[in-house]
């Protein structure tokens, strides 16, 4: 067994008896180290046993939560209206079942979306202070910068892909990882004041990076509608700091251009102008929209997850087919539009609409409250869902888990009641938040 195999399986069996000795809050830490290393992903992975590591880090944490059960006086995780529209959704895709067409895939997809219900829960639960919740940013932003080092060590030209974990392994996916998490980093240098402050610098300018070698104008769209919610939503009296920021960013991202990832850019409008480049622009996403819409109009109650690609042969037009075969989604409200028909459409947009009053309602509260934190964090979270929204309208990222971080972590801030909040620096709270 390699060095880094036997690494990574300490490091893993330490997290997860620290969640059951000390306190829950570190299998969730190992959660999130088990999504980004991606053991069976990489080279040193087939020393290791053949585990579902995420889903043992889950499990185990699920136990130490009744082994460390403490009482809350927080609103049930449950009672939150985003939350409440996310399981609806999950549950119709379990009413589903009877006259789905996928098969397989539409099983894959209730099991991943089953996992993701848990996942709120421990999320929710255990990210009972800010102070924890900037402690999950910390782990976001650490992996981001793990996979910006992968990425900027073995990039060889053209676009990035394979070098993220599951679910994020293509282009577009880890784009849009990259761009909450450079979001995450710039909350960090902005609230802490110990050495986890230039991690986040760091993680920023890696996951930047990243964001130019994988060459997607969706992950840049995301970026920078991303950093319009994050202005929008700084701290009190931050003016300042927020356009000096933004013009640091701006100046990295230049820095970092590359000219394959200037060329791509200057395609956007491409497929307005000329037809003939529809392979290799954004009109060929056009064109499954429309697509899908047909689907959508003969399937109204759907037909399953991954519906798209298992019509498109009977629906896109073979020009516009990828070339292994078939044309899956490119449209995240669309996906649910063919998967899970137009209930499911409604319920998905109930579940932004909600979250997105609940960022606002938030933000209302920071502005009236003399005492609100100055730290950066509701500003990352509202960057965060621009910025998967904004490139899920590029991509299918109906599934991608960091919605679910992201979404958690947005409930679990809208929990805190007032006279709990603290205007206290993370500092003091060690490497990861304080854990007990």
């Not at 529209?85 to 894959?108: K, N, R, S």
């Amino acid at each position: 067994m390699s060095l880094t195999a036997i690494i990574y399986l300490l490091c893993f069996l330490g997290g997860l008896g620290a969640a059951l000795v000390r306190h829950p809050i570190y299998g969730l830490y190992t959660y999130v180290a088990v999504f980004y290393l991606d053991a069976p992903g990489r080279w040193w992975g087939a020393d290791l046993p053949d585990l579902r590591w995420s889903m043992l880090a889950a499990a185990v944490t699920f136990l130490a939560m009744f082994v460390h059960r403490q009482p809350s006086q927080r609103k049930r995780w449950i009672s939150h209206a985003p939350i409440v529209f996310f399981c609806l959704y999950v549950a119709l895709m379990w009413i589903q079942w009877p006259w789905v067409i996928t098969g397989e895939d539409h099983a894959y997809g209730l099991n991943i979306f089953t996992k993701y219900i848990l996942v709120i829960y421990l999320m929710y639960v255990l990210l009972d202070s800010r102070e924890r919740i900037m402690g999950f940013m910390f782990a976001h932003a650490l992996g981001a910068f793990y996979l910006g080092y992968l990425a900027y060590t073995s990039y060889s030209g053209g676009r990035l892909d394979g070098v993220g974990g599951p679910g994020i392994d293509d282009a577009n996916s880890l784009g849009m990882q990259m761009s909450t998490a450079a979001y995450a980093g710039a909350a960090l240098f902005l609230s802490l004041k110990d050495w986890r402050r230039w991690i986040g610098a760091l993680s920023v300018a890696f996951a930047l990076n990243v964001v130019v070698m994988a060459g997607s104008r969706g992950a840049l769209l995301a970026f920078l509608a991303a950093g319009l919610a994050f202005f929008l939503f700084r701290p009190r009296k931050t003016l300042m700091i927020a356009v000096a920021c933004g013009m640091g960013a701006m100046v990295l991202l230049a820095s970092l251009a590359s000219e394959f990832f200037v060329d791509r850019i200057k395609t956007i409008g491409v497929a307005v102008e000329n037809a003939e480049e529809a392979d290799e622009s954004a009109y060929s996403r056009l064109v499954i929209i429309e697509s899908q819409w047909e689907i959508a109009k003969d399937h109204p109650l759907g037909v399953g997850h991954r519906g798209t690609a298992a019509l498109s042969y009977s629906y896109i037009p073979l020009e516009y087919h990828a070339s292994q075969g078939g044309r899956s989604s490119h449209n995240t409200l669309m996906s649910a539009l063919v998967d899970q028909g137009f209930l499911g459409l409604f319920l998905w947009l109930m579940m932004l609409v909600s979250l997105a009053l609940m960022l606002r309602r938030q933000k209302k509260y920071e502005r009236s409250d003399e005492q609100a934190p100055r730290d950066w964090l509701l500003a990352a979270i509202a960057a965060g869902h621009a910025s998967i929204f904004v490139g899920g309208m590029f991509a299918p990222f109906i599934r991608a888990e960091v919605f679910i971080w992201y979404l958690a972590m947005a409930a679990s801030l809208a929990s805190l009641r007032p006279e709990t909040v603290k205007v206290e620096s993370p500092v003091r709270h060690g490497a990861l938040g304080r854990a007990a």
